[in-house]
């Protein structure tokens, strides 16, 4: 940050150029641009793809309102479905809610998994589709060997400060084996001006900042560690909470050698959800219900009028329990007593 600060270098300087090399490498893709975040990415992303008015996006009503918010930014509309059984965009549930507008399938990568992307590929590929991943949640997940993000015309990633990779600040990045949308993306990003410095299309100013570049090149270096632990965290909780009847874990770390799983965070369904909650809270475990409770096809001042049971009930059962890289083993030891005593005593 004081090489940035001395140097003035805080616009598409030489930090944000290495870290878009760095995060290439890492997941195997030609192109990774930083912009100045993961929703910015998203709209950045489908305009370069061709996608806008008239066109329809399906997309997992269990996501953050960002997913949907850009689809409907560039003009196109957000079209819902049911999440499965690992929490994750339903395969099963995509074909029955394509149209002959639909141009695009947009599984979001959430809590650091991947999604069943042969599945969802093989719809998209039936119905001549694209595929644009929203994997804000998912650096360095994997399915089949292949990282999240790299699968379909476009993928997208988020640094927020509370995602795996977190900067400072807000920060995002696009990520593609496309050449002509990574063209478009650096005129997108960028108000139109090519390399030359000329504008020749209509763009926006959404560049990744300098500065959070910086602390992203830093804390990338110790990134696999920090995979490493959450999974480890994962695998604790697994062991110590798996047997217990009344909650329904995430997979396992090992639980499926298609997945590889970054675990960003630990979402689990619990029976007396909220007793739960208030029973770890008065025992220090502070916990969350992930976007306030709230899937998006819930917003009806939005003009959402989808029914989706599945998710509906999910989101009566669902619960972050703490992951992070600080936990101790102590610490998600304690977590697990507190909840089996909370059931033991029902």
């Known amino acids: 940050m004081r090489s940035v600060c001395s140097r003035g270098a805080y ?14 490498e890492f ?29 329809e996006v399906i997309l997992p009503s269990h996501t953050y309102i960002a997913s949907a918010a850009a689809v409907q930014w560039v003009g196109a509309t957000p079209v819902l479905a049911e999440c499965g059984a690992d929490h994750m ?32 590929g093989a719809v998209a590929k039936r119905h001549g589709l694209l595929v644009c991943e929203d994997a804000a949640q998912a650096l360095g997940s994997r399915f089949g060997g292949r990282a999240a993000g790299t699968f379909g015309a476009f993928g997208t990633f988020s640094f927020y400060p509370a995602k795996l ?33 000329k504008v020749v299309a209509w763009g ?24 490493a632990r959450r999974r ?37 369904e619990a029976d007396r959800r909220d007793a739960l909650r208030e029973h770890l809270q008065n025992h220090g475990v502070r916990t969350i219900i992930q976007w306030a409770g709230t899937p998006v096809h819930q917003f009806k001042a939005l003009g959402f009028t989808t029914q989706l049971p599945r998710t509906d009930r999910f989101f009566e059962r669902c619960l972050l329990l703490p992951m992070n890289t600080a936990l101790a083993d102590d610490d998600v ?14």
């Open 232 to 268: 480890a965290i994962a695998q604790r909780y697994q062991d110590r909470l798996g047997s217990l009847p009344q909650v329904a874990l995430p997979p396992a770390p090992d639980a499926d050698p298609r997945h590889f799983d970054v675990y960003q965070n630990y979402e689990i």
């Open 27 to 55: 997941l195997g893709v030609r192109h990774v641009l930083g912009v100045a975040n993961g929703t910015d990415a998203i709209v950045i992303g489908l305009k370069a793809a061709g996608i806008g008015p008239g066109d």
């Open 89 to 120: 965009l339903d395969p099963a549930d995509i074909e029955h809610r394509i149209t002959p507008r639909t141009r695009a399938i947009m599984p979001v990568q959430i809590n650091g998994r991947t999604c069943d992307m042969d599945a969802i």
């Open 333 to 346: 030891d304690s977590i697990c007593d507190t909840i089996g005593s909370f059931y033991a005593n029902a």
């Open 11 to 24: 616009i598409l300087q030489k930090e944000c150029t290495e870290l878009e090399q760095a995060l290439a």
């Open 165 to 197: 990779l977190g900067a400072f600040g807000d920060g995002g990045a696009i990520v593609t084996n496309d050449d002509a949308i990574a063209t478009q993306v650096k005129l997108l990003r960028d108000h139109g001006r090519n390399d030359e410095g």
């Open 204 to 227: 926006l100013n959404s560049r990744l900042d300098n500065l959070q570049a910086a602390v992203l090149l830093h804390k990338f270096k110790t990134y696999p560690e920090a995979m």
